[in-house]
């Protein structure tokens, strides 16, 4: 899949950089070739010369080599390659993109470049939590910068947290992702997944069989087709999707506002099973057993989040899609479910326990959309995901 792809691999200063010896390999074995540049605190971790025997040629370290004549200059190198990577991405590389720096040869080439970007951010937890960091994430977003990870583990300085570089496959398929020529490319797409949960206290919550499954496809589906996408995920059961921009929730109200963080996209896919309750005053301190008799839970309704959406002026999307999961009279409930949220289309289904939909591995469903029903044969939640962004590409080009 990436036969003579040309990948710039810019290698930042953090100990994650051994990893990047591994993803040289993942690459070429692929048929990639990786042109490496090592900034000079890269060069603490990993050598010049590990790296430019695993990528089968010379590293780039210094700015000032590359003003002779003889060598490649700065604007051509940032320039011949299909992709720039960086990997890993410390706070300071990040920092130095956000504020268009060119103090040394990497930042130099990723101000110089008019070829796509995508990071790969390892740093230790508090530094990437920073308000500081968050804002530069927030700008490089906007600019268009891809991110793969980071993950959420056991870190080298003894801490746990975000903060891990993605693994090297990981970033394989973010790169793969990128380079996709599918016809999604250029198209950004949010989809949300898995269940909320709802608090009661700190230690108990309301939530729902949802597994994950069916978003998680579906994002990798549209991810294949060379989508940018926004994955706002509850808690789910199934591991988050790689190559895809993952923004993990709790609640209903935390996925509304990661949802309108997400916007402008060009389509929404709302998967996600939301909780239509969360507990009105959800107690601060852990609820005790008492002789008073059981705690009365009040319920209030979370806000929708698919509705508001469909019903954007500016910013909506081009195609907004809605699950509807029933248990009974599944094209009718959905079909004035339609109507009711205003989206384009929905993706109905029988979640009876009968059916093993909810936590299986299959779904059998119907499209809705404003030509009517369109019954699917039972297929697995991949075959759906596949089936769907085809139609998404469809209907966006
Ligand atoms: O729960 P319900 O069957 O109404 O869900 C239908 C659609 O609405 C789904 O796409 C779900 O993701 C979305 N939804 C939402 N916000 C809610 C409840 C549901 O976006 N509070």
New binding site residues.
Partial sequence: MLASKRILLIIGGGIAAYKSLDLIRRLRERGASVTPVLTRAGTEFVTPLSVSALCGQKVFQDLFDLTDEAEMGHIELSRSADLIVVAPATADLMAKMVNGHASDLASTLLLATDTPVLIAPAMNVRMWQHLATQRNIETLLADGIAFVGPNEGDMACGEYGPGRMSEPLEIVSAIEAQLANGPLRGKKMLV?SGPTHEPIDPVRYIANRSSGAQGTAIAKALSALGAEVVFVSGPADVPAPSGVQVVPVGS?RDMLAAVQRALPVDAAV?????A?WRVASASETKLKKSQNGLPKLEFQE??????PISHLNRDRPELVI????ETDDVVAHATA?RDR?GCDWIVANDVRPETGIMGGSENDVTLITKDGAEDWPRMSKDAVAKRLADRIAAALT
């Fill in positions: 949300t209903a709302f998967a996600a099973a939301v239509d979370n806000p929708d989040i698919l509705a809605g699950f509807a999961a479910k949220k």
